[in-house]
C-alpha cells in the first residue's frame, strides 16, 4: 500500500476516535501523590469522559476512557438485575472489597462503572453485558487532561456536568465553600473558575456560612433556564441558576429553596424527562438506612426564589424521623421503600440502585408521564424509524388510521429536550441535518400520553 494514502487512513482513523471533550490529552502517571476521591462519568452524546478528582493535589481530570460505541447499549442494559456485584468485584481485583462508594452508567453504552475501596485503596471499575462482565480501569494507560482547581489538601465534594459545562464544588481549610466551573473541551493545565461559597442554613441559626459547602451538586434545565441545585449537610436544599454564577464574581450567595431538615445526603441525581423534572435524592436516615426521595420541580425550577419561600420561609420535606410532610402532595415529595447504597440516572425515568449490602445493581423507575400511557395505546401503538442511523432525514411509520396527527420530541443523551413536532399523513418525516453525530431519545405522544420511544444514531 503507497505509505502517503496509509498514513491518511491511520490519521483519519486516529482523528475519527479522538475524543470531543478532550484537547491533545496526555498519557502516564496520572496520580503522583493520594488517591481519586471521586469521579463522575460525563458526555456531550458523540463522547464519554470519567472525571476524577483527587483531594491531596486540589487537581482534576478528565480521562477517556473510550467507551462510546452505542452499538453496546442494549446488550450492557440491566432489565432486572445484576447480583452478588460486590463479591465478583472482589474476585476481579483478587482483593476483599470493603465498600462500594459510587455508581455512575455511561449515556451512550450503558456499561457501569463504580468506585471500590479494597484496603483503603480506591479502584474503578466496569460492568459490562448486563453486569456479568468486570474490567478495572489503568488509569496510566489511558488518555487524560489534568485541569488545576485549587491548592493541595482540598476536600472535593461533588460533580456535575450540563450545558457543555463542568461543575464542581468542595471547600478548603482556607477558603471554605467553593464553585467551579469550565467549559469543554478541556485542555491540559486549564485554571478551573472558581467563586467562593455562602450557603444558608435555617437548622444552623438562620444564617449565611461560608465554611458550609455545597455537598450535593446537580445541573439540570427546565424550561430553557439552566439550574444547579442539591442538598446540604443537615440537610437545607438549593437550586441557583447557571446564569447567576457564571455572570458574576466574588461570593456567591447559595439560598436554601428547601429543607429535608435532618442527616446528610448521600447522592442526588436530577432527572427532566421533557414533561416533569426531579431531584432524586439517597438521604442518610439514622437508623433506618439510606432512603431515596423524590423533590418535585416546584423546589428546583426558581419557584421558591419568586414566591418568597427561600431561607427561613423554606417549605420542611420531611420530618427529623425522615417521615415526608403530610401537607404535600406526590408530585412535592416522595419517598420510595427500600434502602440503598448509591444511586446513578439510568435513563429519563430510573435511575440505577445499589442494595444497602452493595451487591445487588437493579433499576427504579421514579416517573410519574411514564406509567400514565394508557394499556391499550401501549398494545395497540407501534411505530418504526428509518434510516437508523440517519443522516439527514429521519422517517416516522405508524398506522395513520388509529391516530390522524401525533408529537413527536427529540432529546440528547443527557435528557435535555432538542425540540418537538407535529407528523401526520402528509407529513410523518423530521429533519436530522442540524443534529451532531451521537445518540439521540426520539419520544411519541398523543396529548399528554406517552405512546412509545426509539433511540436513533446520527451520523
Known amino acids: 500500500m503507497n505509505k502517503q494514502l496509509l498514513f491518511f487512513i491511520l490519521a483519519s482513523v486516529f482523528s475519527f476516535a479522538q475524543n470531543s471533550l478532550m484537547v491533545s490529552p496526555q498519557t502516564g502517571n496520572m496520580i503522583t501523590s493520594g488517591t481519586i476521591s471521586n469521579f463522575k462519568l460525563i458526555s456531550d452524546g458523540n463522547s464519554v469522559a470519567l472525571v476524577a478528582t483527587n483531594n491531596a493535589s486540589g487537581k482534576v481530570f478528565i480521562v477517556d476512557v473510550n467507551d462510546k460505541n452505542p452499538a453496546d447499549k442494549l446488550n450492557n442494559t440491566i432489565a432486572v438485575s445484576s447480583t452478588t456485584v460486590k463479591t465478583r468485584i472482589g474476585a476481579a481485583l483478587g482483593q476483599t472489597v470493603t465498600s462500594i462508594k459510587n ?42 487532561c489534568v485541569l488545576n482547581f485549587t491548592n493541595a489538601n482540598c476536600t472535593f465534594q461533588d460533580i456535575t456536568w450540563g450545558g457543555n459545562r463542568l461543575f464542581i464544588s468542595s471547600n478548603h481549610g482556607t477558603l471554605m465553600g467553593e464553585l467551579g466551573y469550565i467549559s469543554a473541551p478541556f485542555s491540559n493545565n486549564t485554571t478551573i473558575t472558581k467563586r467562593s461559597t455562602t450557603m444558608f442554613k435555617s437548622n444552623w441559626g438562620g444564617s449565611y456560612y461560608t465554611n ?32 447567576s454564577l457564571i455572570s458574576n464574581s466574588g461570593l456567591f450567595t447559595v ?21 416533569e423534572a426531579y431531584l432524586l435524592n439517597l438521604h442518610d436516615n439514622w437508623p433506618a438506612g439510606k432512603k431515596i426521595y423524590r423533590i418535585g420541580k416546584r423546589f428546583i425550577d426558581g419557584t421558591p426564589l419568586t414566591n418568597n419561600t427561600t431561607n427561613n420561609s423554606s417549605v420542611k ?63 395497540d ?16 411509520s405508524y398506522n395513520m388510521n388509529l391516530y390522524k396527527k401525533l408529537e413527536v420530541s427529540i ?32 419520544k411519541i405522544a398523543n396529548g399528554q400520553s406517552l405512546l412509545s420511544s426509539k433511540w436513533f444514531i446520527k451520523e
Open 103 to 144: 455508581i455512575e452508567v455511561n449515556p451512550i453504552s450503558n456499561s457501569v462503572y463504580a468506585m471500590v475501596l479494597a484496603s483503603s485503596t480506591p479502584y474503578i471499575v466496569k460492568l459490562t453485558n448486563g453486569g456479568s462482565t468486570i474490567s478495572v480501569l489503568n488509569f496510566n494507560s489511558l488518555p487524560y
Open 212 to 243: 458550609a459547602p455545597l455537598e450535593k451538586l446537580n445541573y439540570i434545565e427546565i424550561g430553557g433556564t439552566e439550574f444547579l441545585c442539591g442538598v446540604t449537610t443537615c440537610a437545607p436544599g438549593f437550586s441557583e441558576t447557571v446564569s
Open 255 to 275: 439560598r436554601e429553596s428547601f429543607d429535608m431538615v435532618f442527616d446528610s445526603s448521600v447522592k442526588t441525581v436530577a432527572m427532566n424527562n421533557g414533561s
Open 317 to 379: 420535606l420531611r420530618s427529623t424521623s425522615g417521615a415526608v410532610n403530610p401537607a404535600l402532595v406526590q408530585q412535592d415529595i416522595t419517598e420510595y421503600p427500600g434502602s440503598f447504597s448509591s444511586i446513578a440516572y439510568y435513563s429519563q425515568c430510573k435511575i440505577l440502585t445499589l442494595s444497602t449490602d452493595e451487591q445487588t445493581l437493579s433499576p427504579l423507575t421514579v416517573c410519574n408521564s411514564i406509567l400514565d400511557v394508557k394499556e391499550e395505546n401501549k398494545k
Open 381 to 396: 401503538f407501534t411505530f418504526k424509524i428509518s434510516p437508523n442511523p440517519v443522516k439527514d432525514i429521519l422517517t416516522v
Open 411 to 442: 432529546y440528547s443523551t443527557d435528557g435535555k429536550l432538542i425540540r418537538s413536532e407535529v407528523i401526520d399523513s402528509k407529513k410523518n418525516t423530521i429533519s436530522t441535518a442540524d443534529l451532531q453525530y451521537g445518540n439521540y431519545l426520539l
